[in-house]
């Protein structure tokens, strides 16, 4: 993951779809949304979380990411696919690295995510 003097460069999908009819300014807030969320999985900065940019609420996203860390060494989340939808977005993710356990395990796995987000309470990226 590569960083600027300040914070984490967003992580990019390998692949992304957007539905038909979403306008460009929801689509962009999406992505943006999108590229933290999955920024702070595949870093653990849970700084990058505020109020607008995280589906879930603020405490349940870090309590969600601080125990998946705590048991996978490493942990790297890579954005395989993302799908832009009028509703949100859904992912596939390959999440990757070691576990604590004895033995050190290594976790190589596809998991899918979606979430449901709502319009920015001001148009940031507005078209």
Known sequence: MLTTRH???LVLPHRLTISAG??????????HVARTLYTVWDTGAVELLDARHCPRSHSEAERVIGEL???VLD????????HLD???FSARLRLAGRCRRPGGELLDVVVHDRQRIS??????FAA
């Open 7 to 9: 914070a984490p460069v």
């Open 22 to 31: 979403l306008p460009r300014h929801r689509a962009r807030w999406h992505l």
């Open 69 to 71: 860390r705590a048991v």
């Open 75 to 82: 942990l790297t989340c890579r954005v395989e696919h993302l």
């Open 86 to 88: 009028p509703v949100g």
């Open 119 to 124: 319009p920015p309470a001001v148009a940031l």
